[in-house]
């Protein structure tokens, strides 16, 4: 079983949709949280941190529960430009990768 | 441009030759990972390293080799390339690292732009 599991999707959704996405992790230990961005056959790319509080960045919103031990990311008002692989990471030293969740919005 | 290269962008490589990927960062970050990246798995480290001196096992470690011999590079060696190590190979650094540096964004992870190779 792989340290952080994420929804492979696809998720396919139209031009304002709200989306959202989970990843659970497993070492309780982690500290760090993040999502990534990455566009095909490009490099991922930061997204954004995700605090232990929620933190909100325009469109997108990420939440943390320690509790439960997984991450969240909303994205409101879907773009075109949205249309990307999401994935989460999760560490402390070592740096852990969901396996992505595919997003295309659809005009 | 501040940032990682890495190298070759491509290859193609026979079975059971020796092969090494290059990684350097003009960054002065801690520390260095190598991941693979294949479809439906998506990305899972190799190796990583700290700080300059000291490596470490990621999941998916064996068949692969790293150094970490100064601050700015992190080659990963392959000794004897197989098949199923044809993959998508990114490496990536981070502040982060040493006791003391952790931060808010130590642990952001800056990427290479990825070194595709397939073993034949």
């Known amino acids: 079983r792989k340290e952080v599991e994420q929804d492979p999707g696809p998720f396919n959704v139209p031009e304002g949709a709200t989306v959202a996405f989970n990843c659970t992790y497993s070492n309780s230990a982690s500290q760090s949280f993040f999502w990534y961005r990455q566009d095909c056959r490009k490099e991922p790319k930061l997204l954004m941190s995700v605090y232990s509080s929620g933190n909100e960045d325009g469109r997108f919103t990420a939440q943390l529960n320690r509790a439960s031990q997984y991450i969240s990311l909303l994205i409101r008002d879907s773009k075109l430009s949205d249309s990307a692989t999401y994935l989460c990471?999760?560490?402390?030293?070592?740096?852990?990768f969901g396996a992505g969740t595919r997003l295309t919005v659809k005009p | 441009i501040a940032g990682i290269t890495q190298a070759p962008t491509s290859q193609i490589l026979a079975a059971g030759r020796r092969m090494t990927l290059r990684c350097t960062q003009d960054m002065r970050h801690n520390a260095m990972y190598w991941y693979r990246q294949d479809l439906g798995l998506g990305l899972r480290l190799i190796h990583y390293s700290n700080t300059a001196g000291t490596t470490g096992k990621g999941e998916v470690p064996d068949g692969y080799s790293v150094s970490r011999a100064n601050t700015d590079d992190f080659p990963l060696t392959l000794a004897s390339a197989v098949p199923s190590q044809t993959s998508v190979y990114f490496c990536a650094s981070s502040k982060a690292g040493l006791a003391g540096k952790q931060g808010a964004g130590a642990n952001v992870l800056t990427f290479g732009a990825g070194s595709r190779l397939t073993v034949l």
């Open positions: 990471v999760v560490g402390h030293n070592d740096m852990r």
